[in-house]
């Protein structure tokens, strides 16, 4: 079965400053990969995703990611982080043979400090 | 453009006291979830529904059930509060089950005690 590990609990990062949280997932078998963001008291929303083709997909608000197939990762970045970037960032994964359920990792709180 | 709604937002419960948590989303999707999410542990999926009239068990259903008359509706109930049920919960729907990422509604956060 599939499983995602994000492997940090919490990240602090200063204002303007780059960050990347980071994913990995246990299976090389084919897989589409997803970016969910929880803002504080809110339900999940879709960041972005990975489904085929180009390997670095971004979101509207400056984030982007990267799948790595050998690596089995799909790191989030953003170049300069803003206050209002301030949530819990999930990564989730789907079996792409299975179309099965989406796994979800644990998630990474990011603090953005002034 | 409601989306997913779920209802109540809050509750407190008493331990053995039973409610049912509704959701109803108006996408027309075929595939609803429901998830509790306790801190630090991500979310963990209770039940699951490919369509009205059928649903199945996630990873955490003991003291769960669900039901799936219409393609809008997936309430959740629990029987027999207990205070490990304390937790926030979320309904969510997809269009393609994995493919296309699921809509997620606002949340309900149940305390029993």
């Known amino acids: 079965a599939q499983s995602v590990t994000q492997l940090d609990s919490q990240v602090p990062v200063f204002e303007e400053a780059p960050v990347e949280l980071r994913c990995n997932y246990s299976?090389?078998?084919?897989?589409?990969l997803f970016w969910y963001v929880q803002y504080p008291n809110q339900g999940l929303q879709l960041l972005l995703k990975?489904?085929?083709?180009?390997?670095l997909v971004e979101s509207i608000n400056g984030f982007e990611a990267e799948f790595n197939k050998s690596q089995t990762s799909f790191h989030l970045r953003k170049p300069s982080v803003h206050i209002s970037d301030t949530a819990e960032y999930f990564c989730a994964v789907s079996d792409m043979n299975r179309d099965d359920k989406i796994i979800f990792g644990k998630g990474t709180r990011l603090h953005i400090l002034p | 453009n409601a989306g997913v709604t779920q209802t109540p937002k809050f509750r407190i419960l008493k331990i053995g006291q039973s409610m049912t948590l509704q959701c109803t989303q108006d996408m027309n999707h075929n595939y609803m979830y429901w998830y509790r999410q306790d801190p630090g542990m991500g979310l963990k999926l209770i039940y699951y529904s490919v369509g009205a009239g059928i649903t199945d068990k996630g990873e955490v259903p003991n003291g769960y059930n669900v039901s799936r008359s219409t393609t809008e509706d997936f309430p959740l109930r629990l029987e027999l509060a207990a205070p490990s049920q304390t937790s926030v919960y979320f309904c969510?729907?997809?269009?393609?089950?994995?493919?296309?990422?699921?809509?997620f509604g606002s949340g309900t956060r149940l305390t029993v005690v």
């Open positions: 990975y489904l085929s083709g180009s390997t």
């Open positions: 969510a729907s997809s269009w393609d089950r994995g493919r296309s990422g699921y809509t």
């Open positions: 299976s090389s078998v084919s897989v589409y």
